[in-house]
């Protein structure tokens, strides 16, 4: 029988690999460079977690990998991880809940049953959370981070767009819908349908205009939250609300990043509670985020604020241009004229030398399957080695390790 894998399972060759481990590097150099520290959680989670959380709508349950924990009689459903930043709260109630910022960051894979099997039905990201801090500064300070590891990976041409979830759900509440209505309206919305908003009726005529307002407002339009602001029959927290955004969307002028506000752009904000970004390579969505000030409470701790992202590394591996031609340059092929157990002995200890240098050694005794600048040939008379540089079509004779190490890495005299 033939061997095929599960649909929606995909494997990862080696040039796929390079790209992925590519995306890493960058991110999380950046992530460390900013101060945020790298964590782990586990696959597996129970269930409740999620549920507890409000974040797994009725349409997503159906899409989770969900299972019981058998243990004795008893026992409870666990689930693939559907999310990477729920985990990460949970581990912050656990582990530092004491602590008064948390930076962390994580490189993660989550899981969605998808029916068709035409999709991934498991999917990376990487994630950035910043916990015990509500103050504008914080928002912005992930947007910029966001923004730094997208220039990092040499990507061009991004778009950012915002929009603000505490606005729009002030704004649904200042409509007086029944609560069965209101929760009905809110799925259909986190579904992406941002259409059933246009088919609502409410006693309050303003909520409803600001609503079709914010429907089609489209660029950056601080002059639109003014006006919204001015509505003479909305309540005080729909003004707080709309000055959190206009506070954050000033620090990114002043910090002179562009941006755009479009509402409808959010999709699936279940636990966010204030500021919504994404940014877009293309009509690629790469990045997405928030601020989620009632999660980590609502799965077991006290009320932190926080905000964070994700990296969605399976659409961002798609775009990055290879560092193939980096590594290639540092990159040795090692041969042997004749593979006596002397040479043999003399291309290990010269692999090694060249290893502890930084660079790349691969044996190409019989083949290589590697793309390299240079090529050592490993000469019968001991301590002589030829260096050819591919790239040049140089060839140059040398006596010691030492000698090839300084011309292949420029580093100077090295010690075996």
Not at 286 to 314: E, H, M, Q, W
């Amino acid at each position: 029988m033939e061997t095929q894998k599960c649909k929606g399972a995909r494997d990862l060759l080696p040039q796929d690999m390079e790209r992925f481990r590519q995306v890493e590097e960058a991110f999380l150099n950046s992530c460390l460079n900013w101060g945020y520290r790298e964590i782990k959680t586990p696959t597996l989670e129970y269930i409740h977690l999620f549920t507890q959380a409000g974040t797994l709508t009725p349409a997503m349950l159906g899409r989770v990998y969900s299972f019981l924990d058998w243990d004795g009689w008893g026992g409870e459903r666990v689930v693939l991880r559907p999310d990477g930043t729920i985990p990460t709260a949970r581990l912050y109630n656990e582990n530092m809940a004491g602590q008064k910022i948390s930076r962390l960051c994580y490189i993660t894979n989550i899981f969605a049953f998808e029916e068709t099997g035409k999709e991934n039905r498991e999917k990376w990201q990487c994630g950035v959370e910043l916990l015990g801090d509500s103050d504008p500064t914080s928002d912005a300070e992930i947007i910029a981070l966001a923004l730094q590891i997208v220039k990092s990976l040499g990507i061009s041409r991004v778009e950012l767009k915002l929009s603000h979830a505490g606005i729009l759900k002030a704004l649904i509440e200042e409509m007086k819908l029944k609560a069965e209505a209101r929760e009905a309206l809110l799925d259909e919305i986190l579904d992406g349908n941002w259409q059933a908003l246009a088919g609502v009726k409410s006693t309050n005529k303003d909520a409803a205009a600001a609503v079709a307002a914010l429907m089609k407002l489209k660029g950056k339009s601080s002059g639109f939250l003014a006006n919204l602001k001015s509505l003479p029959s909305i309540s005080r927290n729909l003004k707080n609300e709309i000055d959190k955004f206009a506070s954050v969307s000033g620090l990114l002028d002043t910090l002179g990043y562009s941006y755009s506000i479009d509402f409808t752009s959010i999709k699936g904000f279940e636990y966010y509670t204030g500021l919504c970004f994404k940014i877009l390579s293309g009509n690629k969505k790469i990045c997405s985020g928030g601020r989620y000030d009632n999660l980590v409470g609502l799965v077991g701790g006290k009320k932190t604020p926080a905000c964070g992202f994700a990296f969605l590394l399976d659409e961002v591996v798609q775009i990055v241009k290879p560092w193939s031609r980096r590594k290639a340059d540092k990159t040795v092929l090692i041969q042997a004229v004749d593979r006596t157990p002397a040479a043999v002995k003399a291309s290990f200890e010269l692999a090694g030398a060249l290893r502890r240098a930084g660079l790349v050694a691969e044996f190409a005794f019989r083949g290589s399957q590697m793309a390299a600048r240079w090529k050592i040939t490993v000469q019968d008379k001991p301590g002589a080695y030829v260096i050819d540089d591919q790239g040049k079509d140089v060839q140059t004779k040398v006596k010691s390790a030492n000698d090839v190490i300084n011309i292949v890495g420029g580093f100077g005299k090295v010690g075996k």
